[in-house]
């Protein structure tokens, strides 16, 4: 099992940027899906996190900006990124509670994509 995010990027303050994280591999079912972050000097932080019912919860510091939604279909979750700001730069990375078959349920993480906010 693995997660594979996409979509990261160098953007300008105010600009979008959509980000993508597909798992693949022997699933049996995905529960909580999500994005963290991570910033030079910082710990890191839940920036967004879905349900596989669709109950969804944001940080405070990007309510109003960012979408997180997820394709059950294709195993993947997305990130929406509107109103870019500088101190959104970080390293992004998705995670999901995944159960493969015939094993117990793991917490996944993704590769981390890059997010640049400047101009």
């Known amino acids: 099992v693995q997660l594979q995010a996409s979509g990261g990027g160098l953007v300008q303050p105010g600009g979008s940027l959509r980000l993508s994280c597909a798992a693949s591999?022997?699933?049996?079912?995905?529960?909580?899906m999500g994005w963290y972050r991570q910033a030079p000097g910082k710990q890191r932080e839940l920036v967004a996190s879905i349900t596989t019912g669709g109950n969804i919860d944001y940080a405070d510091s990007v309510k109003g900006r960012f979408t997180i939604s997820r394709d059950n279909a294709k195993s993947t979750v997305y990130l929406q990124m509107n109103s870019l700001k500088p101190e959104d730069t970080a390293v992004y990375y998705c995670?999901?509670?995944?159960?493969?078959?015939?094993?117990?349920?793991?917490?996944?993480w993704g590769q981390g994509t890059l997010v640049t906010v400047s101009s």
């Open positions: 995670n999901a509670k995944i159960t493969p078959y015939r094993r117990p349920e793991y917490d996944y």
């Open positions: 591999g022997s699933i049996l079912s995905i529960m909580n």
